[in-house]
Structure formats: structure tokens, C-alpha cells
């Protein structure tokens, strides 16, 4: 699905939520990436099969581990 000069990382990546955003919805709290993922302000992300990911970084476990 991209077609970046430097491919943007897969949907089934780890990296996947590093792709380039494609259309940004900040007053609905979502953007869409160029590998098909919709990632939440929250962190949660829609794989483009239907899969959710849920929150998968948290602002404790940050917080927890620079303690």
C-alpha cells in the first residue's frame, strides 16, 4: 500500500503505528496511516484486517521505568 521511497513499516509490524499519516482527524482523535492502520490518540490502534490493538504504551509504565 505505500509508496514512499523508503517503504513505511507493514501493518503486522511491531513498528507499524512509525508509518506516515495519511489523513489526520485530531478533533475525532484518530489518524489514518499510510500502511492502512488507524491509530488512536490513546494508542489504541485498527489493524487494517479488523484486529484491535489495544493502549500498549503507557504513560506509568514511562513514568515507572525514569523513576
Known amino acids: 500500500m505505500c509508496a514512499h521511497a523508503t517503504p513505511c513499516p507493514a501493518a503486522d509490524s511491531d513498528l507499524r503505528d512509525l508509518a506516515a499519516i495519511v489523513s489526520s482527524h485530531p478533533e475525532q482523535g484518530w489518524n489514518l496511516l499510510c500502511n492502512g492502520v488507524v491509530l488512536f ?11 484491535v490493538v489495544a ?6 509504565a514511562l513514568a515507572t521505568s525514569v523513576a
Open 41 to 51: 490518540d490513546d494508542d489504541g490502534e485498527l489493524l487494517p484486517d479488523g484486529r
Open 55 to 60: 493502549e500498549h504504551r503507557s504513560w506509568r
